[in-house]
Each structure stands twice: as structure tokens, then as C-alpha cells.
């Protein structure tokens, strides 16, 4: 009960934030921008976390989705919110595919494999020019302003929509943590052939769990390409700007917990943007030598994430409030 | 009635003929003993019987269905699990979750857990249900794994060293555990080196010889087979100098 009411007080100070910040301005970009990547490390979390297979090819999805629903919109007028649907069937076939081949791999084999077929869908993306317009990059068509084109003159509705996404995300992947798929793929993590031999059917929970993930990260592609408006494979395919980004904002926070990513997203996208509004214009290189810095720091501090914090404050909360 | 049928199992692990046309039955509700030296074989039969290492040759037949290639998530569905060894817990879960996460195979979550803590009962630990399973000492940690393969509700369950390192209240415990269990209709197929328990608790034994069944029968008339006394304590001196 009294988690619920303290997640109902955050999810309304979140609520407000949109309101309060200048809807032509930067900061509301930067605020939907970490709320769309904390939904993206909160489905990556499905596969990451609870699986504890470190995917560092979920570009490859997110991708899949923008591409989707910008060519659909493109090429046939459908709207966005169809291609968004669109999308995630494909990014969920796509993360059937590759999950036969590599779901029987482990730890830094696993982490390669997926690696690779991000690259490869980056430099399929980039070469075929008809579809994607190759390395130019595609522009979301402007189409007057409404809810059901997806198409608005301010920022603050895409704020609101990535909110809607990330909670969306979060009560998918709190389902699954708490419900038996959550027990399969924990038993599964901790040893795959007792969890055969007490029923559990470890290939099919994998393969669920990879098409839960990678359909939900390409429907987010959707959302990313409506906001961004305009992109290109190398930043939607990306495996520093998406994959690895995406991972380390759920490393950060916690992995395997609802409020990791969240925590991560929170602490990462703003911190990126500061040391580049602070530093860039000092030496080149700087900002991302001091985000590095900072990120190692805070590794080495909690090599569990925030989580951790997080909980030690709340148990000192406790004891003051009951002393 | 016959519930577990095994015709000429085989398997070798490159050099090493593990399995050697391994044929025996075993009736519902009956307990049977495995035993043999270190390395006769045990192990691998039981981890062949559930799918986890496939036979190079033979049958395996569970209550009439035929389990070859079956993999070992639908031989626990069929009725037929195992414990491991070394035993294999999800040690940073809790002890429920490692029992519930069994029960998920006949029921929702809820029912699961509730099932959980019966198992969880009748082998003792219900007050240890919600410690990390990796905290607990090595003979409870033998006894989650017990209550873990109950709460796949077997027709037979094959019992891997359960009563290692337990002294002897603990191991008197699984043996009225194991005899009840019989009482409830489930089949055991039990693996010890504790010769004492083995002989006391089971009706039948099949001893293992280097991959090779040696002798199957009655424990008292296995304990006189002048070959299974061979097989664990060598030729007698007499024999030797013939």
C-alpha cells in the first residue's frame, strides 16, 4: 500500500514536469528523451535482467521500429501508431531469428553474437538505399498537427506519450518478474539443467522472453523517430548510441529490478547533456572523457547500481521515522 | 505393474563406455537401489532416464510412452525428475522460489506456492522458506532439493546421493521421508553409498560395473553375490591364489 502511494506521488511529479518546462524549449527534449530510453533499458531489462543475457544487439530492433513506421508513413500515408504496431511484429520476428541461433550461448559469447547482428543490420540499413535512403537518413514527413497522424507542434505530447511508454513497459516487465515466467527465466539464469529436469522448458521461456523484449524496444523505435523526426542508420542502429547506451543506463540503475532503468535513465541522459552544454565548447573530447570519468566512478562506487542506494535510504528512512 | 522399462542402454563418452546395454524394470511403487563403485555408471544412467544425456542406443519406456528424444522438461511432465549429485539450486533464490518455480509444471503461481510449502513441510525446512537457498548448510540444502523434485508431483523420482554428508538422524528422516513417499504411490529409484540405509530402505538392488549391470535382485541375496563383493572390495586372497 504504501508502495503503491509513493509510486503514484513519483508517476505525478513526473506527470508535472512536462508541464512546468518551456514546451518549445530544450530541457522538455531532454526530459522525453530520457523517459524514451528508460522505457528502451526497461525492455532490454526483460532479456538482461531477468534472463541475464547481456544483449548488446537491441539496435537492431529499435531500428527495425523507426524504420517501420517511417517508411509505411512514407511510402503509403499509414500512420504512425499502425507502423508502430507494424514494427513490433517485426522487431519481435527479428528477435525470434536471432535468438534460435544464440540463446544457447552465454555471457561474453552471447553479448558478441548480438553485437554482430546489430552491425549487420546497420550496414543492411545503409546500403539499401531504395528503403532507407541509405546513409542520407530518412525525415519523418511533416503532416498537419493530430493525436491519430501522431503528429503535434509542441514537444509537451511526446513527453507525455514516452511517460505513458515507459509506464506501459515497466507494468510488462513487473508482470513477468512477478509471474511464473519470471521464476522460469530466474531458475534458468541460475542453472539451465535443473531447470529442465523440474519442467522447466528453458528453450521456449528464452525465445518468449527475447520476442517480449525486441517487439516492445521497436515499437519505442517508433516513438524515437516521431520525436527525432529525422535519423539515419548509424544513430538508430547504433551500438554506442543504442545497444551499449541502453544496457549501461540498466547496469547503472540496477539490472533485473523495475526501478533500475528508470534510475539509470535519470542519472545518464541528463548527465550526458550537461557535461556536452558545459564541456563541449572547452576541448573537444572533454565531455565524453568527464562522462566517462564519472560513469566508472559510479560503477566502482555501486557495482549493483543505484538500486542500491536506493534501498540503503530507504532502511534509514524506516529507522528515523521509527525512533 | 511395471513403470519404468529400460532395454539395452548405452552410452560412451569418447573413450569411456559409460552405459552398457543397461537392462532392468521397475515395478509402480517399488524401491529400488542403485549401487557401484565410484564411476560404475550411476549417475549417467540417471541423467540418460531423464533426458539429460542422450543414449547412444536403447529404450526407455515410462508407463508405456517411450521417452527417446524427449527433452527433460517433458520427461518431468510425464512424471519422471531427478536430484543432482552435487546438488543444483538456484542458490541466490529462496528456498520457496527454488520448490515453487518446480510447481509452476502442474499449476499457476499461486497454487504453486502453496504446493511449494508442502513439499517444503514434509521435508522439514518450511521455517527456512523465505532464507537464500546458498545460505544453508549442505545437508538442507540436499533436503530443498528433494522437496524441489516433489513439487513436480513425480510417478517416479530418481534420488542422487540425497543422504551424503547427513549424520544419522538426518539420514533416518529421508528414509521414513522416502518409505512415505512410497506409501503416497511414487516410485523411487535411489542412488547411496551408505550401504546400510540402502539396504534397509529398498526392496530391490541393481548393482553397476563399470557401465555394466552386475546384479539385480533382493539386497540380501545382492550382498552374497560373490561378484558384487568382487566388484567393491576386489578378489579375495583365497580366489587370488587359485
Redesign the interface.
Known sequence: MKRCLALAVVIAAVALLPLLLDSRGYWIRVLTFTLLFAAMAQAWNIVGGLANQTSLGHAAFFGIGAYTSTVLLLKFGISPWLGMLAGGALGGVAALVIAIPTMRLQGHYFALATLAFGEVMRVIANVWTSLTGGPGGLSVPFVPPSFSAYSFKLLRPHAYIALAALIVVTVVFEMIRRGAMGYRLRAIKQNTAAAEVIGVDTTRVKLQAAVISGALIAMLGTLYAQVAVFFDPDTVFGVASISIRIALIAIIGGVGTAAGPILGAFFIIPLEEIMNDLLSSRAAGLSQLVFGIILISVILWQPRGFIVVLGSWRARLARAVAT | MTILDVRSLSRRFGGLQALSEVTFSVDKGEIVGVIGPNGAGKTTLFSAL?G?VRPDAGTVILDGKDLAGL???TV??LGM??T?QNV??????SVL?NV???G??RH??DA?RREALSCLDRVGLRTVAHKQAGELSFPERARVELA??L??APKILLLDEVMAALNHAEMAEIMQLIRALREDGVTLLVVEHHMRAIMDVCDRILVLNFGRLLADGAPAQVAGDPQVIEAYLGRSAEKARR
Open positions: 531423464v539429460l527433452k527433460p522438461h518431468a511432465s525428475t531427478k543432482f543444483a539450486l538456484f542458490a541466490e533464490s522460489d515453487l518455480t518446480a509452476l509444471l499457476g503461481v504453486a524441489r523434485a513439487c513436480t
